[in-house]
C-alpha cells in the first residue's frame, strides 16, 4: 500500500485545536454544563475544571457521583473522610457493585454489548440482555460451586467474551478476580496467583497466534498442581482445546438458572480484582483495586477524556494481564460496547486491526506506539478503509511527533488524538488528552481530572521545563486499597511514599510545559546520567529508531562509582539485511549529537537480535543494566515475564564476557 504524504513536524507542533462547538460536542462540555446548573460553578476551559479537580477533590469526585448517578444501596455519609496518602478513605458508608452498573438496565437488550473477534474461532457477539443472562448464569454457576464474598477466582485466559462474563460474574458475588494471559508461562502464573489463593481458576488449553496453533494444556496442569488453594478448574472450552478433569464452562451455564445476576452490595473500597506489576524486577505485587474507585476513575477516564457514551465502540488490542483489558470492559458503565481481540495483532499483516476497526466500526480506538510507528515505516495507507474512527488513544510508550503527524495526515483532521501515561497502580491515567485541549506533536496535552500531578526535582520542589519524577500530591479514589498480603502496608508505601513523605512518587521521569502539556521521559530509574545532565531514554529511542537501518533499540548508562561519566551503551536491533558496520555506528553518532548532545554519544553500539520487553512491550533497560553491573538473571527477571523468553541470554554473554576481560 501507498503512504499518504506526511507533513513534517517538530516536538511541540500544534496539530490539532478543539472545534468551535466543543462545549456543546463533547461529554466533557456536558459535564461543565452540568456542574455550572447543579454547583454554580462557570468553569469553561480544561485548565479551570482542572484546578477544581483537585482543589476541591470533594466537590469534584461528588459531582462525577450525581452526574453519572452511581448506584448506592446505602448513603454515604463522607466524600473523603481521610485525606492522607496512604490511607485516604472515600465514600464511607456507601454500599454498590461495579457489576451493576456496567451491566445497566434492560432498556438496552438488543443493543450490542461485546463483539469478540479471535484468530482462534468464529466472532462471538453478545447482546446487552445475552450478557446479562450469562453473568447471572455465571454467578449462580460460581455461587453452587461455594465462590462467597472476599473469594478470588482467577483466569487464565485469552481477551475473549468468556473472560469477561466470568470477571462481572466473580464480582457480582463481591468476590475478587484476578487474570493472567495464556502466554504466560506457569512460574509467572503461578508467582501472581499463590499470593492470592484463588478459589476457583478459569483456564483455555490452547489458542491460535496469527498461523501458530498454541497448546497450553501442558502448562494448566502446572499451574494447577502448584495452587493447592483451588477447589474447583474450569474450561471454558476455547475452539479445539480441552482440559482433562475439568468443569465445563457451557454445561454450567447450561444447568444454572436463566435470569439476570444479583449484585452483592459492597463497601466502596470493597477489593474489585487484583492487578499484578510486570515482575521483572522481582516478585510481581499483587496491586488490589476496590469496587468504588474503579467505578468512579473509569466513569470519568471514559466519558470526559475518551469522548465515549452510548452508542461507540473500543476496540483496544491488550491481553487480560494489562490494565488496559480492566479499562476496556468498563466500556460499559457508559454503555458503550466493546471490541475483544485475541491472536497475533500484526497477523497476516500491519492492517488486520485497521480492517477489524472498519469491519466493526469502531469509534474509538487504542493503538500502542510501536505499532503506529511500524505502520508509518510499512507505507500503510489508511485512507484505503472505511473507518469511523474518531478517537484515536495511545499509551504503553511516548509516541514520537512523526507518529502523531502520521494519525492526522492518515485519519484527518477531525479525529482526536488522545496520548496519555498512566498505569496499573491507579488503573487509568494521569496525564492525557480531552477534547477541550489541543494536541502538540510529542506531548502530551495536560493532566486528567482529579490527578493532582507535577514534576518533583530531588529535593521535592516542583519543576516547570525540567526532568522530574513524576509525582501525584493529592489522593485519588483508584489508588490501590493496597497490595495483598501487606497487612502493615510496608510494601505500598516502600513502593509509593518512601521518597517524598505523603507524596506519590509513580516511577516516571516526566516534564511539564508552561502550557500545561507534558512528555514522559521513561522510567527514572533507567534515566541517563552524564556529566550532570539527565536524559530520559524516551527521547534516545526516538533519535535512533528514525534512523534507517535500525529497527528498534535499548540504551543503558553504567555509573561510574568514582563519580566519572560511566559508560553509555548502545544495543540496536538492525533491519534486515543490514549489518552493523563503520558508517552506520558514525550515523547513530552523528545523529545523537546533533538531536540531544555530545555528553549522549554513545561509547559502545552493539548489535542484538531483539529488545528485551515485559508482555505488556515495555523495554527493559533495568534488568539489562543490571546484568551487566554482575547481578544474575534470575536475580533481576523471571523468563516468563519476558515476552521472549531468550532475549535476556545475549546480555549475560557480554556480562561474562566483560568480567573476563573479553569483550570486543
Known sequence: MSAQPATPVRQGDLIWTPPEDVLERSRVGHFLAWVREHRGLHLTTHE?????????????????????????????????????????????GARLNYVEHALGTGDDTDRLAVLGRSQSRPDLDLTYGQLRDQVGRAARALRGLGVRPGDRVAGYLPNVPESLVAFLATASLGAIWA???????PRSVVDRFAQIEPVVLLVAGGYTYGNKQIDRRDQVEQIRADLPSLRHVID????????????????????????????????????????????????????????GGILLEHLKNHALSWDMGPGDRLLWFTTTAWMMWNALVSSLLVRSSLVMVDGNPAHPDLGWQWRLAQETQATIMGVSPGFVMACRKDGLDLTAYDLAVRVVGSAGS?????????????????????????????????????????????????????????????????????LGELVITSPMPSMPVGFWGDEDGTRMHAAYFDRYPGVWRHGDWIVFHDNGSAHVAGRSDATLNRGGVRLGTA??????????????????????????????????????????????????AGALRAALSPRHVPDRIDAVPCVPRNL????????????????????????????????????VALARARAAGDAP
Open 398 to 466: 511516548p509516541l514520537p511527533p512523526e507518529g502523531y503527524a502520521w494519525i492526522r495526515d492518515q485519519l484527518g483532521p477531525h479525529v482526536l488524538l488522545n496520548v496519555g501515561s498512566g498505569g496499573t497502580d491507579v488503573c487509568s491515567g494521569l496525564v492525557q488528552n480531552n477534547p477541550l485541549l489541543p494536541v502538540w506533536a510529542g506531548e502530551i496535552s495536560g493532566r486528567c481530572l482529579g490527578a493532582d500531578v507535577h514534576a518533583f526535582d530531588e529535593d521535592g520542589k516542583e519543576v516547570v521545563g525540567a
Open 48 to 92: 479551570e475544571l482542572w484546578r477544581w479537580s483537585v482543589d476541591d477533590l470533594e466537590g469534584f469526585w461528588s459531582a462525577v457521583w450525581e452526574h453519572f448517578a452511581v448506584t448506592s444501596h446505602t448513603p454515604y455519609t463522607s466524600v473523603l473522610a481521610q485525606r492522607s496518602m496512604p490511607g485516604a478513605q472515600w465514600f464511607t
Open 539 to 588: 527521547e534516545f529511542y526516538r533519535v535512533v529508531e528514525e534512523l534507517p537501518g535500525i529497527a528498534d533499540s535499548l540504551v543503558v548508562h553504567l555509573e561510574d562509582p568514582q563519580g566519572g561519566n560511566g559508560e553509555l551503551l548502545l544495543f540496536v536491533v538492525l533491519e534486515a539485511g543490514r549489518t552493523l558496520d563503520d558508517p552506520l555506528r558514525a550515523a547513530v
Open 236 to 291: 471454558v472450552e476455547y475452539a479445539e482445546w480441552r482440559v482433562d478433569d475439568a468443569l465445563s464452562w457451557g454445561d454450567l451455564l447450561a444447568a444454572a438458572r436463566a435470569g439476570e445476576p444479583v449484585c452483592e452490595p459492597v463497601a466502596f473500597d470493597h477489593p474489585l480484582f487484583v492487578l499484578f506489576s510486570s515482575g521483572t524486577t522481582g516478585r510481581p505485587k499483587a496491586i488490589v483495586h476496590g469496587h
Open 616 to 651: 505488556t512491550g515495555k523495554k527493559l533497560e533495568l534488568p539489562v543494566k543490571r546484568i551487566l553491573q554482575g547481578a544474575a538473571l534470575d536475580e533481576v527477571a523471571s523468563r516468563d515475564a519476558l515476552a521472549a523468553p531468550e532475549s535476556l541470554d545475549g546480555f
Open 179 to 185: 487474570g493472567c494471559a495464556l502466554e504466560f508461562g
